[in-house]
């Protein structure tokens, strides 16, 4: 069936961990085990595979495993039935669902029928799923459930263009009679039906997809403006699939677990596009709530997290640590100790003299591995964190733990992969070289610019934003600014569009001042405010947890979130925080006054983006009372 | 605004190793009514118990009056103006009514005033006049909820912590047992904390709600403030938003603003 595309696979090939690639990264075509589109791979993969569990879900709390052959009928299944429905190539179909093995089925099914397909955050409001089916001009929309359903059925007549919606869980919806309504075994049900018409269908659609055909759309959560949708071709997503094989080692046996969106390019990298070339196993997560508790049960091999999620696994350890008796929290803190010593050595990959080694081996044996099977860690070989700044701190307290952790750097435009640290060459504080297959530079006004075969093909229907995202030469502007030390290890140091200049003309990266105020525990993210201002300022979102937490063991009184933003001594202790950060900074760099948001925020709200990073344009008008009262 | 006549700081209370108040502070200025809404399990008796002496906090102090009263033995706490109302009611079943609202003034001595006590309570509660020489026992559910308020005004409480009072209650007497504890606030001045689930009738009486979730108080304000509230309006008092379906089967996150 890869007649074809093998016969264009002139590149000699490598095997990595079992996969060949081409063995020169970053050439035409790209190809990994001859596939050179995703589909055809994911054909190849199930044939394959079979019985091999692909997938596993809790069902009633019990873990269920689901083959590669599941994956491959469903998808199958749905992409026929959307044919059937009338889903022409190159059509968006939008998926509005928590992470769930049919999100993955319909991802492959649209993609099978040479579909587009267009994820849609859970957490985004009726209007915004509006916009995003409209804008996408999507056709089909598969929705999670009746929580779901019910904002699609507020937009439905603001949705012309879609032709049916598609829902996963009947439950709650027994009695549900809408014209443009089905459920998703009924979708299966047409899908069989289609084949016995037309057998080979939806195989002879894989065939016909081309590498530079759209895969994927992803909306970038546009910090600014309306979200605009990125196109990801095949190419571009094999190539980050290359590039990661290469950057970070995936093997068959690793179990993972996926629980960020899959809307994100990260983890839809991370869970759908690199186990299909790994043939790992993919373990969905119940609930953004109960990602612990499944990291404990799963204990995965490879573990990508934003920072948020590293800085909230260490938050616990440390108050269970507080709560462990005298003896205990002795022997934790040896430990740890033990671990640091060790770290700057693995940490930047130097050997480890020996009496350090078996100072560790010994404190290990007590403690470290003990915490590491608590956490679901023990059998993790490495950690990931990008997508956001992480404390040099936070990695070093997981390196001396036991738990390799390595930061990597990569947006929507090029395909979620540009930068990683690695094993062989890290260099903590800094997100790493080029992967290999991408070049990178940075131009004159500091900005981050890559080129490889990862870069997007442009902007859904946006020419205008798509020739603003290229440069003259064709490199894509990351729109970060950045700087690269002597072996190439890049360091990024702001936004280019959040770039202030005061009233004295000065220039400041805020994310600099940023990213420091928020390795402090206390401090979940901050917006620096400054543009044409005489002085910095700047709006705080607290830890929670960990200021009431401070709280509490000051018997400071506080009921809710905005009486506990009040405290007198919590805005001390910001205070404080904000004093050591300014230490670091020049005069006119330094924050002159601070005001605390005293809304606990969601997810829901504008203000966060999915990955509950602060939106500077939105908390710029939404807090503008606390701006003006602070000038 | 002087100074509150039940301050709690920071309390933090155990059942073995089961930490069920997780730091709550709150405040009760005399006059007032105020009340802590919350779920099974949210907490709120250990609170009263915690406040009571029935159980010793591990952490944070129990001001009254100013003074830190935490830790000290139940029977200190009830001479010092503390009454706690317990849920289900707890009244001596096998004792009369009479002899139900004399034990709730074993504490005093001074016979003349206890008696025009015990007339207030009948004027209040006239079923417990009719029925003052009936064993408790033999009461129904009201009518010894009744007894058991009636009791602890005996002690002429500076405050009274009620442990629901509408538990298992009919909806007509639960309006009719708050009636009174509506007028016992404005005619007599007591001070009441109350402990409630039913919410509704809980901020129609109180001054003051908090709500408490796992330990924890998450949302406070007037009682007015809390009623309006989305998310107290979609949890407590039962408000179905309008789903586009005529039904709803999932609730809207909380996010207590």
Redesign the interface.
């Known amino acids: 069936m890869n007649m074809q595309h093998l016969g264009q696979t002139a590149n000699p090939q490598v095997l990595i961990n079992g996969v060949s690639f081409n063995a020169d990264p970053g050439q035409r075509p790209v190809v990994v085990d001859g596939c050179a589109t995703i589909t055809q791979l994911f054909q190849q993969r199930c044939a394959a595979q079979g019985a091999r569990t692909a997938h596993r879900e809790k069902d009633m709390g019990i873990w269920k495993a689901y083959s590669w052959q599941d994956y491959w009928d469903h998808s199958k299944w749905i992409g026929l039935g959307l044919m059937s429905l009338g889903l022409k190539r190159g059509e968006v179909v939008s998926i509005l669902s928590e992470d769930r093995r049919e999100w993955l089925y319909s991802d492959m099914g649209v993609q099978g029928a040479g579909g587009i397909a267009s994820g849609v955050y859970t957490t985004d409001s009726a209007s915004q799923l509006a916009y995003l089916v409209n804008d996408s001009d999507s056709r089909f929309l598969f929705v999670e459930?009746?929580?779901q359903?019910?904002k699609y059925?507020?937009i439905a007549d603001q949705v012309p263009g879609l032709a049916k919606v598609i829902i996963y869980e009947r439950?709650?919806?027994h009695d549900?009679d809408h014209e443009k309504c089905l459920f998703i075994d009924e979708l299966y049900e047409m899908g069989k039906a289609y084949e016995a018409q037309h057998p080979g269908a939806y195989e002879a659609e894989i065939a016909k997809t081309r590498p530079e055909d759209t895969a994927l759309l992803i909306y970038t959560s546009g910090t600014t403006g309306m979200p605009k949708g990125a196109m990801l071709s095949n190419e571009n997503i094999l190539a980050s699939i290359e590039a990661g094989a290469r950057a970070l080692e995936f093997t068959g046996n690793d179990e993972q677990l996926c629980f960020l969106p899959l809307c994100h390019i990260l983890e839809r990298n991370v869970s759908v596009y690199f186990p299909l070339a790994a043939t790992s196993t993919v373990n969905f997560a119940e609930s953004p709530e109960t990602v612990f508790d499944n990291m404990q049960e799963v204990s995965p091999a490879t573990f990508f997290a934003v920072p948020r999620v590293w800085e909230k696994i260490y938050s616990r350890v440390l108050v269970l640590a507080q709560e462990a008796t005298p003896i205990g929290r002795m022997a934790f803190h040896a430990a740890i100790k033990a671990g640091r010593k060790r770290a700057e050595y693995v940490m930047h990959g130097k050997p480890v003299p020996s009496g350090v080694a078996a100072n560790y081996a010994i404190w290990d044996f007590l403690v470290l591995r003990n915490l590491r099977r608590m956490l679901g860690m023990d059998k993790m070989r490495r950690g990931g964190t990008g997508a956001a700044p992480i404390s040099p701190e936070l990695l070093s307290w997981y390196w001396s733990i036991g738990v390799p952790l390595i930061e990597g750097y990569g947006m929507t435009e090029n395909a979620g992969l540009s930068t990683t640290n690695t094993f062989e060459s890290n260099a903590p504080g800094t997100v790493g070289p080029a992967v290999p297959g991408v070049k990178l530079r940075i131009a004159e006004d500091g900005e981050i610019q890559t080129l490889g075969l990862n870069n997007f093909q442009g902007y859904w229907r946006n020419n205008e934003k798509t020739a603003e995202t290229f440069t003259d030469d064709g490199w894509l502007r990351t729109g970060d600014v950045g700087r690269l030390d002597e072996k190439g290890n890049l360091t990024i140091t702001g936004r280019i569009k959040d770039i202030i200049i005061t009233a004295g003309g000065k220039n400041i990266t805020p994310a600099e001042i940023e990213s420091r105020l928020k390795f402090s525990h206390y401090i979940s993210d901050a917006v620096v405010i400054g543009d044409a201002r005489k002085y910095l300022t700047c709006l705080i979102m607290i830890d929670q947890e960990n200021v009431?937490k401070f709280?509490?063991d000051r018997?400071?009184?506080?009921?809710?979130?905005a009486?506990l933003c009040a405290a007198e001594e919590v805005v001390q202790l910001i205070g404080a925080e904000v004093e050591a950060v300014n230490k670091e900074f020049a005069r006119v760099e330094q924050i002159k006054d601070f005001r605390l948001i005293n809304?606990?925020l969601?997810a829901?709200d504008d203000e966060l983006t999915a990955t509950m990073k602060l939106k500077r344009s939105f908390v710029e008008k939404k807090h503008k009372a606390l701006i003006d009262d602070m000038y | 605004m002087g100074e509150p006549l039940l301050e709690i700081k920071n309390l933090e209370s155990f059942y073995g190793p089961i930490m069920a108040i997780r730091g709550v502070s709150l405040k009760v200025d005399k006059g007032q009514i105020v009340t802590v809404l919350g779920a099974n399990g949210a907490g709120k008796s250990t609170l009263l118990k915690t406040i009571s002496g029935i159980m010793d906090p591990e952490k944070g102090e129990v001001l009254f009056g100013g003074k830190p009263i935490q830790g000290e033995e139940p029977h200190k706490i009830v001479s010092r103006g503390i009454v706690h109302v317990p849920e289900g009611r707890e009244v001596f079943p096998l004792l009369t009514v009479n002899e139900n609202l004399s034990l709730g003034a074993y504490t005093r001595s001074d016979k003349a005033e206890i008696e025009r006590d015990r007339e207030m309570v009948f004027d209040y509660f006239p079923i417990l006049a009719e029925r003052r020489d009936q064993e408790a026992g033999t009461l129904s559910g009201g009518q010894q909820q009744m007894l058991a308020i009636g009791r602890g005004l005996m002690l002429r409480p500076k405050i009274m912590l009620l442990d629901e009072p509408s538990l298992g209650l009919s909806p007509l007497l639960v309006q009719e047992i708050f009636a009174i504890l509506r007028r016992l606030n404005t005619e007599e001045h007591v001070t009441m904390m109350l402990v409630e689930q039913n919410a509704r009738i809980a901020l129609e009486l109180a001054d003051i709600g908090y709500v408490m979730e796992i330990g924890r108080i998450v949302m406070d304000g007037t009682a007015d403030r809390l009623m309006q509230s989305e998310d107290i309006q979609s949890f407590y008092l039962g408000h179905q938003e309008e789903g586009q379906r005529g039904e709803k089967r999932w609730k809207r996150k909380k996010t207590w603003r």
């Open positions: 459930n009746d929580e359903l019910d059925l507020e439950e709650g919806l549900l009431e709280a509490q018997k400071i009184p506080f009921s809710d979130f009486s809304v606990l969601t829901e």
